[in-house]
Structure formats: structure tokens, C-alpha cells
């Protein structure tokens, strides 16, 4: 088992920024690819971002690339999601998820945090 707790979320104006963190513990935090995805209402979870078990390799949606960035600390149990540029149409929930195998599907992650909400503020 793998817990995840997401924490940063918030109110924010359009342009600013924010840090999402997502705490894993349980398992062998460095044996996980690690994702972020949000949750807009009435919409269908998508993809954010994603990062290799080592943090050499990153993957984005293209509506986030160039104003978002994932990392992760291994020796932390942590990854990280700074926002930047924030625009009202990134308000969601966010969540952090793991699994062992690289994928921009919601429906290949076995391990989910709770959530965090952001708010972008035109």
C-alpha cells in the first residue's frame, strides 16, 4: 500500500503561482512513477503531469507545459507540482497518484490522494 496526502492548494489571481506537495509513505517512494491529475466539475479527470522514478524524465499536458513543472524528492517521499502562470480554466482538484508503471491514464494508477483544490481567480 501507498498513501498519498496532497497539500499547497488554494485561492489564487490569474497569472499567479502555486506549489502543490503530495507526501507518500508505505512503500518504497523511488519504486513509483508519480502523476498529478485534476478534476474540474462536471468534468472527466486529465492528465497534468508525470514523473520517472528517478525524476530524469518528465511528461506534460499540453495545456500545462511551459507553466508547469513536476519533481520529486526520494529522499523526502515527496513530489512536487509548481504552478505557474495560472490561468481560471486550471481550477480543479488535484491529485497526486502512483503506480509502478508509466501511464497518462487515470485508469493505470492504483494509488490516489484525496485531493486539493485550486482556485484561479480572473
Known amino acids: 500500500q501507498v498513501q498519498l496526502v496532497e497539500s499547497g492548494g488554494g485561492l489564487v489571481q490569474a497569472g499567479g503561482s502555486l506549489r502543490l506537495s503530495c507526501a507518500a509513505s508505505?512503500?518504497?517512494?523511488?519504486?513509483?512513477?508519480m502523476a498529478w491529475f485534476r478534476q474540474a466539475p462536471g468534468k472527466e479527470r486529465e492528465f497534468v503531469a508525470a514523473?520517472?522514478?528517478?525524476?530524469?524524465?518528465?511528461y506534460y499536458a499540453d495545456s500545462v507545459k511551459g507553466r508547469f513543472t513536476i519533481s520529486r524528492d526520494n529522499a523526502k517521499n515527496t513530489v512536487y507540482l509548481q504552478m505557474s502562470s495560472l490561468k481560471p480554466e486550471d481550477t480543479a482538484v488535484y491529485y497526486c497518484?502512483?503506480?509502478?508503471?508509466?501511464?497518462?491514464?487515470?485508469?493505470?494508477?492504483?494509488?490516489w490522494g484525496h485531493g486539493t483544490q485550486v482556485t484561479v481567480s480572473s
Open positions: 514523473i520517472s522514478r528517478s525524476g530524469g524524465s518528465t
Open positions: 497518484a502512483a503506480d509502478r508503471f508509466q501511464s497518462r491514464s487515470p485508469k493505470e494508477y492504483g494509488y
Open positions: 508505505g512503500r518504497t517512494f523511488s519504486d513509483y512513477f
